[in-house]
């Protein structure tokens, strides 16, 4: 039996361009360690916003690695787990590391599989790494049971259960969990059913509500259509109602880049959603 088309060369990783990848988050290429895991991990995720504007304007353009590529690091217009996470795991194969791709269910272990993870095999260990869910890790966590992962004054930390027979890894934040991902195999088919999923299920958050979060050099940011959320470690939440004005320029301040028009669209969009609320 040929078993290449289940190694996962099906993801067309030649398709990212890599070296362009690694300047606009600047990391310089090493050998494959922890350290550099660590660093590009942080990096990704201080560089490239989650958002889902491009959703809520209906100009996303899928999931596919050259739309990717675009999205992302030309366009700067942010994206969620399955952007994230497929061009973070080409830029760790391109290094050098063992990359596993992971689904994932949110919250509950019982919803849809749409969210993606990345696990990495690295020295006798494997390491859980979530580049592209928004208020998560910013770096990797040792996927075993009880594993702890302290981001300043957050405590993340996972969890091994099993489903029927099959071992699933919660992560979870200040002991609650965030995501259940399994170890089933992943293939690009599973990608792309999960973002016509998210993107186009009536009562997904993805098409009713506008979320765009960063982390920032020292705090982490959400933005929602109604208002902002600073989480600094050591100081009290910060929940700030906004207006619509607001709301698109906080947009822009996160570092997704739009043009005029769109700009406008994005403000009709914003007051729809805060009317159904």
């Not at 100081?235 to 607001?246: D, F, G, I, M, P």
Request: glycine share 8%; net charge negative.
């Amino acid at each position: 039996m040929d078993e290449q088309p289940l190694m996962g060369r099906s993801w067309r990783t030649d398709l990212f361009d890599v070296p362009e990848y690694l300047a606009a988050v600047g990391v310089r290429p090493t050998a494959p360690t922890l350290d550099l895991l660590e660093e590009l991990h942080g990096a990704h995720v201080r560089t490239f916003p989650f958002g889902n504007v491009d959703m809520l304007l209906g100009t996303h353009p899928g999931v596919a690695p050259d739309a990717i590529q675009e999205q992302l690091v030309r366009r700067s217009r942010g994206g969620y787990c399955f952007e994230h996470s497929q061009i973070f795991a080409a830029a760790l194969e391109h290094l050098g590391f063992s990359v596993r791709r992971a689904l994932g269910r949110v919250h509950e272990p019982t919803n849809t599989r749409t969210h993606m993870t990345i696990h990495v095999d690295l020295d006798g260990e494997r390491w859980l790494c979530d580049p592209g869910f928004g208020f998560s890790i910013t770096g990797p966590i040792a996927l075993k049971d009880g594993a702890t992962r302290a981001e300043g004054d957050r405590q993340f930390g996972v969890r091994e259960l099993t489903d029927q027979g099959t071992t699933v890894w919660a992560l979870t934040r200040e002991g609650d969990a965030e995501h259940y991902v399994d170890e089933s195999p992943v293939h690009p088919a599973d990608v792309r059913t999960g973002h016509f999923i998210t993107s186009r299920e009536e009562n997904s958050p993805f098409v009713n509500h506008l979320m765009v979060m960063r982390h920032m050099p020292h705090a982490h940011v959400t933005l929602t259509e109604a208002a902002r959320t600073i989480r600094t470690p050591g100081r009290a939440t910060e929940h700030t109602k906004l207006s619509v004005a607001e709301v698109v320029d906080t947009v822009l301040e996160l570092g997704i880049a739009l043009d005029r028009s769109e700009i406008s669209a994005l403000s009709s969009v914003v007051e729809r959603l805060r009317s159904r609320s």
